[in-house]
């Protein structure tokens, strides 16, 4: 199981970005796979999660409105897409999967529950 991060870099304030977590390795069908951001001295905090088979989205409350999480199941990938960022963006961006999915956001909100990470990309938002 692999998941590979891209798709990070310099923007400024008020710009977007998409991400990009290609997956491999998977041969099992009911997961999720999660986005995570750690900024420095901070904790790593959920930022979105698809369930994979079924498309359901979950998100935190701060990436409502502006972040959108999708699949394409075609390239085994799933996207993060990041609007009117601000410089309390700025961080490591990481994808990880939940390989035991069972539909309940306070699971898939948690750090614990994901078995597999990305190595992260970062994220710098910055005039």
């Known amino acids: 199981v692999q998941l590979q991060a891209s798709g990070g870099g310099l923007v400024q304030p008020g710009g977007s970005l998409r991400l990009s977590c290609v997956t491999s390795g998977f041969d099992f069908d009911y997961y999720a796979i999660g986005w995570f951001r750690q900024a420095p001295g901070k904790e790593r905090e959920f930022i979105a999660a698809?369930?994979?088979?079924?498309?359901?989205?979950y998100y935190s409350d701060s990436a409502k409105g502006r972040f959108s999480i999708s699949r394409d199941s075609t390239k085994d990938t799933v996207y993060l897409r990041m609007n009117a960022l601000n410089v309390e963006d700025t961080a490591v961006y990481y994808c990880?999967?939940?390989?035991?999915?069972?539909?309940?956001?306070?699971?898939?909100?948690?750090?614990?529950?994901?078995?597999?990470w990305g190595q992260g990309t970062l994220v710098t938002v910055s005039s």
């Open positions: 990880a999967v939940d390989m035991n999915y069972g539909g309940r956001y306070a699971t898939l909100s948690t750090r614990g529950a994901y078995e597999h």
């Open positions: 698809i369930a994979w088979r079924s498309g359901t989205t």
